[in-house]
């Protein structure tokens, strides 16, 4: 249950006239047109750990139809509250920098803070809370009825926002996500995603882990959908063997765009 899908990555990324193809669907490459907002809410389990629940928000705003903002945030409970967590605050952009047709591709920068706060941490807790910057490209083909996107991303995680010490972590992720729309209700989607470290020492210890998405979405009209997903991870241990993770993830999602 690392991320919701969003993926996430989490996953960010009608209208009027101008904007009545930019349907909001969960298409990998929607993006909100100039003026407009978007809202994905989502919340998020384990098979393993039904009692942990994962809230997650993200909220974007289009300065114009090639140039978008994205705030996101995600916060957790455990035992029906007994326990609770604000489990990360990010920030982003999404540049349009290329839409030729069917053709399109991104460039996307961001900054995350995690975990804020939790029942056995005070708020940003110097000891506990981590800071990642992201940058990478997104881009692929919307055709007659699907869409085909990939997308590679670099993060740098490390315990001071402005620390580029060799103390940080550098990791890279690869992804391929695919949208097929069944009719004009409802839609499937899939992806996957490696994330490998590029550090040596951690690379020799584990060499990468996979995320897995599959799910089907319903739009209740051009402007709001609701979705259903279910997720699986896979870690690419030492010596060359896979070893699956207990257990699935699940979890539902509302987006609307206004």
Avoid: C
Wanted: glycine share 12%; net charge negative; charged share 20%.
């Amino acid at each position: 249950m690392k991320k919701l899908a969003l993926t996430s990555l989490m996953a960010v990324l009608a209208m009027s006239g101008a904007n009545a193809a930019n349907i909001i669907d969960g298409n990998p490459l929607y993006r909100p047109g100039e003026g407009r907002f978007y809202s994905i809410t989502g919340v998020e389990s384990h098979t393993k750990a039904v009692d942990e629940v994962l809230l997650g928000e993200e909220f974007a705003y289009g300065i114009s139809d090639d140039l978008a903002v994205v705030v996101g945030t995600t916060a957790g409970q455990a035992d029906w509250f007994d326990s609770m967590s604000w489990n990360t605050l990010s920030l982003g952009i999404n540049w349009r920098v290329m839409d030729q047709g069917a053709w399109k591709a991104d460039v996307l920068a961001g900054y995350e803070m995690m975990p804020l706060w939790g029942d056995h941490a005070e708020f940003m807790d110097k000891d506990t809370t981590l800071y990642n910057w992201t940058v990478g490209v997104r881009g692929g083909y919307v055709g007659e009825g699907f869409t085909i996107a990939g997308h590679v991303m670099f993060d740098y995680l490390n315990s001071e926002s402005f620390n580029w010490n060799d103390k940080g972590i550098h990791t890279m992720r690869f992804g391929l996500d695919g949208q097929f729309v069944l009719n004009d209700s409802v839609n499937l989607v899939a992806g996957a995603e490696y994330t490998a470290w590029v550090d040596g020492d951690l690379w020799k210890m584990n060499m990468g882990s996979w995320d897995f998405m599959f799910g089907a979405n319903f739009n209740i009209d051009e402007t709001k959908f609701v979705g259903a997903y279910i997720t699986k991870e896979m870690e690419h241990v030492a010596e060359g063997d896979w070893e699956m993770a207990d257990g699935f993830g699940f979890g539902v999602k509302f987006g609307i765009d206004f």
